[in-house]
């Protein structure tokens, strides 16, 4: 009799190993079911969160492409103003090609405060004597070359003798900071 009952303890032992670690199973089962559907639930909020991403990137591209445009178009312009030397070789040149007597020009850099886009510019100031013709067409060609001119001071006068004009100007060009 002693015999079965070791047994039958021996039995319930193993029944009892077998219902914990089933139990243990489920436990970890249920463990990671839920696991699994937070994940899942989490992968759908992320690709929601995407899909409105998105769209508000599409959306954003959609509002903003006229400006990019205008920028695309300036940006070659302000690339070539990135320095006070490089701006003032600009006008300089100019005044070389269109072959305009110039009886003076003076540059200078200028600090502008409070004007975050273009913290510094050059200051131009030149004075030509010229026929009328070629003055204005170089002060066209000023304006076609370096678009982001300013006139701050223009005086045009008649010179001593025939066509010719004095022309005065300031001229203000941004420095713009690399881009």
Partial sequence: MREQQVACALLLVVIGVFFYGAQTFQQRSATQRSEADSARDA?????????????ALDQLTATTAGLRDYLELWEPHLRATQSAQATEQRVVDLVKQSDIFTESQRFEVLERKGDSVFPTSLRAHIIIKDEYVKAMNWLGLLEESVPTCRLSSCVLRRAESGNDVHLSLIVDLPIAPSI
């Fill in 43 to 55: 992968a759908i909020a992320a690709q929601e969160a995407f899909v409105n991403s998105k769209r």
